[in-house]
Structure formats: C-alpha cells, structure tokens
C-alpha cells in the first residue's frame, strides 16, 4: 500500500500550451488508432466501466456529478442486466480491465462486494479495478476489497493533504499486506480546478474563454461506460449523459460496440477531430488515457519518438509534468533512445492556466 501526494491544480491550460497538446496528441492518438476502423472484426473495448447506482456522497467542486449538483435521477442497475452483462464478457473471454463504478461513489451501493465477487470468478483474465473516496471505508470493507481487486485507487480528499480519519484508522491497523492488490491512497485537494468534463465541470462552468479542441481521442476505440439504466455512454468525461450509443436492455455488448452509431463516431472523431461534437469540443483530456492497450501505445510511441528526433534538431522538447503518466511517457522514450530535455510543470496556486514554468530533466 502506497500513499502519494497529487497535484493537479491549475490544469486549465493557457491556450499556447493547450494547443501544443491538441496538436501533439492528436499525432499520437491518430498513430494509435488508424487501423481500427478497417479491422475486421472490430478490435474489442480493453476497459469496461460498470457504474451500478449513479450518486456520489462527496462534495468535490469540480465534479459535475457530486452530491449538491447531480442532474441525473438515481437509478441502481436491476441485478439481472448487472449479470448479463458479467455473462457477455465471460463468454467473450474478456481480458481488460473491468471497473464496477464510473462517475459515482460504488460503495454506496451495498451490493458491490458481490457483485465485485461475481465479477472476479466469472472473469479470472480480467484487470479488476476500482475507485472509491473512502468515505465509507473501513477495515473489513477494505480487506475484503483488496482479497477481490487486481487494483484499488483511494482518492483521499482534503485541501491540507491530510488522512480523511476512515483511511487513518486503516492505516494505524497496520495491516499485513498479504494481498496481491496494487493498493494506492492518492492525497488530492476537494478545493481544486480539474479538467473540464466536457464542458460541466461546476467551477469552470463560468469560464468564456475554454479552449476549443480539434485532436482524435482514443476513448471511443478503448473505453466503454454503462449507466445503471443500462444505456452507454460516450466515455467516462460525460457524466450527465450528453450522448447515448446503445442499451444493453435490448442490445449485447459487442452488437453495440461494433455497431453504427459507434462506428460513426468513430469516424467523426478520427477524421474531423472533435471540434464539431458538443461537449468533446472543450474536453482537455489530450493524447491517451485511462487504461490504454499496450498494442497501440507502443507502436504510436516510436512514431511519437520519431517526430521528437526530427524536432530536436531545432529546439528543445519539454514533457507535461502533470501525474505519473508523465514519468511513464519519459519511459517509453528512453526506451526509444529519445530523450527529452525536460519537464514543463504547472505552479499550485495557478488557477488562471499562465502559471507554466520549465524545468531541466537532470536538475
């Protein structure tokens, strides 16, 4: 079990910066994905999220979705659609990630360790994963979490960094870490300006000024979201429901993953970029994310590292210090023999997204 500090503060880009990252990841993704439209069969989703009721009980202000500003009517998924849908991807012999929550709190629903249970022995192969904020942890949720998960994010809220008191009382437990869980306390600021969610994140509703992407996304080739209700959404940045792609109650998983509405925005996304989609036009979620197949980061990277040789040559390349993704993407370069000089980070207390400064890599 590991506790990490993460800084995200301030990730609202200025618009020199955010356009370098539309363009760069638009390089990446593009590489990642073109053959996906053509294979057939369709390539399968490689992260499935299953979001069982759909209520948070945080207040975080950034989120479109927390207690005091939800839009959606709550809903719990109806137990028989829940195993249908574990059915599918027994037999589809499914190897990904599998996430029993999306944009809400899954330990509100009281159900989840079973249906955490069915998952595992009905899907050995797959990634087992979840998020929680662990408000409504303790010590037997926790172990019975960790003897289920192949991995488990607990998002520990609070402005001062500090050990929200059911994670504290975890800790002092002084657990014997016999589990094969990859256990991870992450210590995050409530208080804070995040991504935009498409567009509804609260605390950056009022901005006029939002910069207006155009790059690929890699989502719609990776990601599946499935609501309570059954129905699917675009991906996990649309919270409310802005887009609906299929519904389980009257299609399979792979009828709709392969089907025409996906596939034309597929399409769209692939050759226009998403500066004609509402909600995608503003999202600032640049390059890959969330569990990207290893297949498709590997071969985009070469190409990536290829593009960095040739820009070397005329000025430095800096890398966005933003979360450990940053340290894995230095990764893959050094890999290729390709190093870049350095990091840009982003200042804590910046909120208005001119706060950039650069460092050296070997400072």
Known sequence: MKIVRTLENGLNFSHSLAARLDRSGDFVVK??????????????????????????????????????????????????????????????????????????????????????????????????????NGLLLDVEKFLHLVNHLDLLIIDNYDDNFKLIPPIQKIVDAKLEENWKCDVTISLRKQHQKLNTRGGNAPNRKEEENLYHRHSSCNLPFTQMIVRPDGTIAKCCQDPVGAMTLGDLKTQTLREIWRGKLYQEFRREIFNNGTSRIKGCDVCDIYGFCNYTPNYMKVESVKHFANEIRLRKNLSEVYILNTDQMSKNVFNMLANEDVIPDGYISISENNEGGGGHYFTRMFE
């Open 31 to 132: 590489n990642a994905i073109k053959n996906f439209l053509t294979a057939d069969p369709i390539p399968d989703f490689y992260t499935i999220e299953i979001e069982t009721y759909n209520r948070c009980n945080n207040i975080c202000p950034f989120c479109p979705v927390n207690r005091n500003d939800d839009p959606r009517k709550p809903h719990f998924m109806d137990e028989n659609l829940f195993n249908s849908i574990i059915d599918q991807l027994h037999h589809m012999d499914y190897r990904g990630y599998i996430s029993l929550f999306s944009n809400n709190e899954p330990l509100l629903d009281k159900r989840i360790f079973r249906f955490i249970e069915i998952a595992k022995e009905k899907l050995p192969n797959a990634k087992h994963a979840l998020f929680t």
